[in-house]
Protein backbone atom coordinates (compact mmCIF):
# COMPACT_ATOMS: atom_id res chain seq x y z
CA UNK A 1 0.00 0.00 0.00
CA UNK A 2 1.22 3.20 -1.22
CA UNK A 3 1.26 6.01 2.41
CA UNK A 4 3.79 8.58 0.39
CA UNK A 5 0.55 11.77 0.82
CA UNK A 6 3.34 14.03 -1.27
CA UNK A 7 3.72 14.02 -4.97
CA UNK A 8 7.17 14.02 -6.09
CA UNK A 9 7.60 17.61 -7.13
CA UNK A 10 6.71 18.38 -4.10
CA UNK A 11 9.17 16.36 -1.81
CA UNK A 12 11.92 17.85 -4.29
CA UNK A 13 10.63 21.50 -3.08
CA UNK A 14 9.97 20.76 -0.11
CA UNK A 15 13.47 18.73 0.51
CA UNK A 16 15.12 21.83 -1.21
CA UNK A 17 13.32 24.10 1.31
CA UNK A 18 14.88 22.07 3.93
CA UNK A 19 18.38 23.13 2.80
CA UNK A 20 17.41 26.46 2.22
CA UNK A 21 16.24 26.98 5.65
CA UNK A 22 20.09 25.21 6.87
CA UNK A 23 21.97 27.46 4.24
CA UNK A 24 19.60 30.71 6.09
CA UNK A 25 21.22 29.00 9.27
CA UNK A 26 24.42 29.13 8.60
CA UNK A 27 24.15 32.43 6.98
CA UNK A 28 23.29 33.52 10.35
CA UNK A 29 25.54 31.85 12.50
CA UNK A 30 28.42 33.29 9.78
CA UNK A 31 27.34 37.07 10.03
CA UNK A 32 26.98 36.25 13.89
CA UNK A 33 30.31 35.22 14.07
CA UNK A 34 31.83 37.89 12.43
CA UNK A 35 29.83 40.48 14.10
CA UNK A 36 31.21 38.61 17.41
CA UNK A 37 34.77 38.94 16.17
CA UNK A 38 33.96 42.97 15.18
CA UNK A 39 33.06 43.67 19.17
CA UNK A 40 29.42 43.28 18.35
CA UNK A 41 27.78 41.23 20.88
CA UNK A 42 24.75 42.53 20.99
CA UNK A 43 24.41 42.27 17.20
CA UNK A 44 25.85 39.02 17.32
CA UNK A 45 23.52 37.30 20.04
CA UNK A 46 20.88 38.40 18.18
CA UNK A 47 22.05 36.56 14.85
CA UNK A 48 23.20 33.61 16.85
CA UNK A 49 18.95 33.25 17.86
CA UNK A 50 18.12 33.87 14.34
CA UNK A 51 20.31 31.01 13.07
CA UNK A 52 18.58 28.99 15.44
CA UNK A 53 15.27 29.81 14.60
CA UNK A 54 15.88 29.22 11.14
CA UNK A 55 17.36 25.37 11.86
CA UNK A 56 13.89 24.87 13.76
CA UNK A 57 12.33 26.33 10.40
CA UNK A 58 13.92 23.20 8.83
CA UNK A 59 13.18 20.54 10.75
CA UNK A 60 9.44 21.77 11.04
CA UNK A 61 9.74 21.18 7.46
CA UNK A 62 11.50 17.43 7.31
CA UNK A 63 8.62 16.49 9.90
CA UNK A 64 6.64 17.46 7.58
CA UNK A 65 7.78 15.41 4.72
CA UNK A 66 8.06 12.54 7.37
CA UNK A 67 4.74 12.68 8.56
CA UNK A 68 3.05 12.90 5.06
CA UNK A 69 4.95 9.47 4.68
CA UNK A 70 7.60 11.39 1.91
CA UNK A 71 11.37 10.68 2.05
CA UNK A 72 13.48 12.76 3.05
CA UNK A 73 16.85 14.23 0.87
CA UNK A 74 19.60 15.59 3.69
CA UNK A 75 21.60 17.68 0.62
CA UNK A 76 25.02 19.28 1.50
CA UNK A 77 25.01 23.31 1.79
CA UNK A 78 27.54 25.50 0.24
CA UNK A 79 29.25 27.73 2.38
CA UNK A 80 28.20 30.67 3.68
CA UNK A 81 28.71 34.15 1.83
CA UNK A 82 31.81 36.18 2.63
CA UNK A 83 31.99 38.00 6.17
CA UNK A 84 30.21 41.36 5.40
CA UNK A 85 31.85 44.55 4.95
CA UNK A 86 30.15 46.45 7.67
CA UNK A 87 27.00 45.95 9.83
CA UNK A 88 25.34 47.96 7.57
CA UNK A 89 25.95 45.56 4.73
CA UNK A 90 25.62 42.55 6.97
CA UNK A 91 21.40 43.74 7.45
CA UNK A 92 21.38 44.69 3.86
CA UNK A 93 22.52 41.04 2.87
CA UNK A 94 19.74 39.46 5.60
CA UNK A 95 17.56 41.70 3.89
CA UNK A 96 18.22 39.97 0.61
CA UNK A 97 18.29 36.08 1.65
CA UNK A 98 15.02 36.75 3.64
CA UNK A 99 13.51 37.98 0.06
CA UNK A 100 15.17 35.48 -1.27
CA UNK A 101 13.76 32.70 0.90
CA UNK A 102 9.95 34.32 0.45
CA UNK A 103 10.25 33.47 -3.60
CA UNK A 104 11.18 29.73 -2.50
CA UNK A 105 8.19 29.57 0.02
CA UNK A 106 5.99 31.20 -2.15
CA UNK A 107 6.82 28.71 -5.13
CA UNK A 108 6.08 25.58 -2.86
CA UNK A 109 3.00 27.17 -1.78
CA UNK A 110 2.37 27.54 -5.93
CA UNK A 111 2.37 24.16 -6.42
CA UNK A 112 0.76 22.67 -3.52
CA UNK A 113 -1.95 24.86 -4.93
CA UNK A 114 -1.80 23.85 -8.43
CA UNK A 115 -1.55 20.06 -6.97
CA UNK A 116 -4.80 20.87 -4.66
CA UNK A 117 -2.76 19.37 -1.81
CA UNK A 118 -4.66 21.30 0.94
CA UNK A 119 -2.46 19.92 3.54
CA UNK A 120 0.54 21.25 2.26
CA UNK A 121 -0.88 24.63 1.52
CA UNK A 122 -1.93 24.85 4.95
CA UNK A 123 1.24 24.17 6.40
CA UNK A 124 2.92 26.54 4.42
CA UNK A 125 0.88 29.27 5.05
CA UNK A 126 2.40 29.09 8.39
CA UNK A 127 5.69 29.41 6.67
CA UNK A 128 3.94 32.43 4.26
CA UNK A 129 2.95 34.82 7.97
CA UNK A 130 6.61 33.90 9.33
CA UNK A 131 8.59 35.46 5.70
CA UNK A 132 6.70 38.49 6.39
CA UNK A 133 7.96 38.66 10.11
CA UNK A 134 10.91 38.24 8.38
CA UNK A 135 11.39 40.59 5.61
CA UNK A 136 10.05 42.87 8.12
CA UNK A 137 12.80 41.78 10.72
CA UNK A 138 14.94 42.51 8.29
CA UNK A 139 13.89 46.19 7.17
CA UNK A 140 13.82 46.71 10.79
CA UNK A 141 17.42 46.12 10.86
CA UNK A 142 18.48 48.34 7.88
CA UNK A 143 16.00 51.08 9.50
CA UNK A 144 18.07 50.51 12.74
CA UNK A 145 21.82 51.37 11.39
CA UNK A 146 19.95 54.00 8.96
CA UNK A 147 18.99 56.18 11.94
CA UNK A 148 22.77 55.40 13.23
CA UNK A 149 24.47 56.51 10.55
CA UNK A 150 24.73 54.16 7.71
CA UNK A 151 28.18 53.30 6.78
CA UNK A 152 29.34 56.70 8.17
CA UNK A 153 28.10 55.70 11.58
CA UNK A 154 30.31 56.81 14.21
CA UNK A 155 31.86 54.28 16.99
CA UNK A 156 28.98 55.75 19.29
CA UNK A 157 26.24 55.13 17.50
CA UNK A 158 27.45 52.06 17.09
CA UNK A 159 27.85 51.07 20.37
CA UNK A 160 24.28 52.20 21.00
CA UNK A 161 23.03 50.03 18.36
CA UNK A 162 25.04 46.54 19.44
CA UNK A 163 23.48 47.24 23.38
CA UNK A 164 20.47 47.78 21.91
CA UNK A 165 19.88 44.53 19.73
CA UNK A 166 21.21 42.70 23.01
CA UNK A 167 19.03 44.25 25.85
CA UNK A 168 16.39 43.51 22.98
CA UNK A 169 16.47 39.53 23.69
CA UNK A 170 16.27 40.09 27.39
CA UNK A 171 12.28 40.25 27.60
CA UNK A 172 11.74 37.83 24.27
CA UNK A 173 11.15 34.34 24.26
CA UNK A 174 14.08 32.01 22.34
CA UNK A 175 13.78 31.17 18.70
CA UNK A 176 13.44 27.97 20.02
CA UNK A 177 10.73 28.77 22.52
CA UNK A 178 8.68 30.30 19.78
CA UNK A 179 9.18 28.34 16.83
CA UNK A 180 8.89 25.21 18.96
CA UNK A 181 5.70 25.73 20.77
CA UNK A 182 4.11 27.67 18.22
CA UNK A 183 5.05 26.22 14.92
Not at 14 to 37: H, I, M, P, R
Not at 171 to 183: F, G, L
Request: hydrophobic residues 40%; negative net charge; charged residues 25%.
Amino acid sequence: MKTNRLSEKLTTVLNTQVTGEAQASQLYLSYGAWASSQGYTGIAKFLFRHAEEERNHMTMILEYILKRGAKVSIAAIPAPPKHPAGISDCFEKIFEHEVSNTKSIYSVVKLSLDEEDWATWNFMQWFVKEQVEEESFAMNLMDKIKIAGGEKASHNELYSLDRDMENRHIDEKSAIEVTAANP
